[in-house]
């Protein structure tokens, strides 16, 4: 079915129509790449609307701002409480929001002096990224030709819109091959992740990842399953992964916010374990996805309840007569 995703936006500290959240074609993000990006959801839970690590997002688009110099105006704070009066302003159960900061302006020139950074919240209406059939039964991926930046090229710790160039690339190979998604190496060799997600595999009862030196983005998704894995007694060894290991796993899953936890059960055709989503696999899948959704106890603080809209309308005008910084992400 169609979705309407022409919802209302936050640009910068108020809400403009679908329509009118536009920039002008001379801004330095449209020859220059200068932006960076969040992707995070928000799920229907039984208490209503959740947002998810809400907190951990915005510091890593702080942090990305960070990294590419960009003057952030909005606190970690002010981020969250605008996320959750997105998803209020626009009534919606649930969503995937993306904030995106970017350089516009009108003027040309690799150097961004005196660019104006805005700063926008986008709430979109998202099902399974890699597929339904891929959360279920398991993807077909492939290794992809294209690497993961060198670690002395651009920094990959950043979200950044430029780093995804690559990604974009290793994507529609793979598409072209009829696989659903590609297996990126880095600049040494080693297992790095795929175009959009992070990368686990089980060998022996153990969980194996890629360290964030791999050129990879250090994924909050990725940070949820290694402390839901410890949690459940798994070793969790972060190290470089030689390709070959791909081909001899028992057990491979992507992992991201939108992908959430997608099993892959084939890579280059060569099955994984048995071809199916192994039992660790959906264990941790089953795990994640009750935290997310609320069946499960919030055991770790990772929800931020939405409020209704007539709560939230009463809220900003109490917000507006009060310090910005009194109001945390866990207070919202």
Not at 8 to 13: L, M, N, Q, S, V
Not at 24 to 47: K, Q
Not at 212 to 227: E, F
């Amino acid at each position: 079915m169609a979705v309407d995703n022409h919802h209302r936006i936050w640009r910068d500290g108020k809400f403009v129509d679908w329509e009118d959240a536009t920039i002008h074609v001379m801004s330095h993000v449209v020859h220059y790449g200068s932006s960076v990006f969040e992707g995070i959801r928000c799920y229907e839970t039984p208490g209503g609307p959740a947002v998810f690590r809400l907190g951990a997002h915005m510091r890593r688009f702080q942090d990305s701002c960070r990294i590419y110099r960009m003057p952030l105006k909005y606190s970690i704070e002010d981020l969250s409480r605008a996320a959750v009066e997105t998803v209020a302003e626009n009534e919606l159960p649930h969503c995937y929001l993306r904030p995106v900061a970017i350089r516009t302006g009108e003027q040309m020139g690799v150097l961004p002096h005196d660019t104006p950074l805005e700063v926008f919240i986008i709430p979109w209406t998202w099902g399974t990224y890699l597929g339904a059939d891929a959360l279920k039964n398991g993807a077909d991926v492939c290794v992809s030709s294209w690497r993961r930046p060198a670690p002395d090229t651009i920094p990959t710790m950043a979200k950044a819109g430029g780093n995804y160039l690559g990604g974009q690339l290793s994507k529609m190979q793979a598409r072209v091959d009829n696989y659903v998604e590609g297996i990126m190496l880095d600049s040494f060799g080693h297992v790095s992740e795929g175009s959009g997600e992070n990368l686990f595999l089980v060998r022996d009862g153990k969980l194996f990842t890629s360290t964030i030196a791999a050129g990879i983005l250090h994924g909050v998704t990725r940070d949820s399953v290694i402390r839901i894995a410890q949690d459940m007694d798994l070793e969790v060894v972060e190290g470089a992964i030689p390709r070959e290991m791909l081909y001899i796993a028992d057990e491979l899953f992507f992992t991201g916010t939108a992908a959430e936890i997608t099993p892959i059960r084939s890579v280059d055709r060569i099955p994984v374990g048995t071809g199916k989503p192994g039992v660790i696999t959906l264990e941790i899948q089953r795990e994640y996805m009750g935290l997310a959704t609320g069946t499960l106890e919030d055991r770790y603080g990772w929800l931020t309840p939405v409020p209704p809209l007539k709560t939230m309308s009463a809220a900003r005008s109490k917000v507006a007569r009060e310090p910005v910084g009194d109001m945390s992400a866990s207070a919202i």
